[in-house]
């Protein structure tokens, strides 16, 4: 019986091990955007500007994320905008397990959206 139990422990485990890789390789760029909209509201979108992530490229030869928004102001005037993170050419870079962003990419991201007038 303790045989059986511990091949289950086993089996569950690697199991869990083998879901949470298939979960990081299935990120995809509208993933990130969706992590970066979702932390908006409670950083940057409380402040003078709303913002519309628009789209997300990788540049692997350059180990560069580029985020590409618009920033929009109360007269409703559009300021087309993007970030150039270096040190992350891929969503599993950017994203933990659980599909929040890694707080060193979003000290970046938000070094960058806040020198563009996002507080």
Known sequence: MKINLLVFLS???CTHVTSNVKAQESFS???VITAIDQICGDVWCEG???????????????NTTI??????????RTYNEKCNIIGYSKPEEILTSYGSLQSDFYDKLNTCISSKGGK
Do not use: C, E, H, V
């Not at 003078?48 to 350059?62: A, L, P, V």
């Not at 985020?67 to 409703?76: E, G, T, V, Y």
């Open 29 to 31: 760029k509208d993933t």
């Open 11 to 13: 089996i569950a485990a």
């Open 67 to 76: 985020l590409f928004f618009q920033m929009i102001d109360s007269l409703k």
């Open 48 to 62: 003078d500007y709303d913002y519309k992530f628009n789209s997300i490229s990788f540049d692997t030869k350059n």
